[in-house]
């Protein structure tokens, strides 16, 4: 399995794994627009005939502070660690930003302590974070958690 950056050709794949799940109720949405003018945010994993079988985005929100969002894995691929490898892909490059917290607000927040994230009160992160919600059909009564991962120092 090998975690790349996304290419402009997986926009189209990448949004319907991500809606697939939100009209599920088990993410929020993107609109396909969102996901072109964020590209560089994303990585995929692809099978051998290059179809996305995963995605993940690691937002920058402020110098001390990324998220990890719009995490999909096909139904297909789950429990294979392809979550667990892209969690780690941004965990890696926050730190090689020198970005030293990342968070995540999510419906499973059991994968993401596997993965090392605490718990946090969603109080407990910077206002800045909450742009987006303003779109969220759920707003304001959000119904994520909120996990942090503090990257140690030196690491």
Known sequence: MKVEKA????????????????NKGEMLPRALSEIYENLRDYFVIRD???KVKACVA??????????????AVAEDSHR??????????CVGEADSLGIPRVFCLTYKP???????????????LPRKIWAECYSCPKFPDCDEVALVYDIPAGK
Do not use: R, Y
């Open 110 to 124: 059991g994968f993401f302590k596997k993965q090392g994230f605490k718990l946090v009160e969603k109080t407990e």
């Open 58 to 71: 690691l937002h920058i929100s402020w110098a001390d502070l990324a998220e990890v969002k719009a995490l």
């Open 7 to 22: 290419k402009i050709e997986d926009v189209k794949q990448m949004h319907g794994l991500v809606n697939m799940f939100a």
């Open 48 to 50: 051998k005939t290059g």
């Open 80 to 89: 294979k660690g392809m979550g667990a490898a892209l969690v780690k892909e």
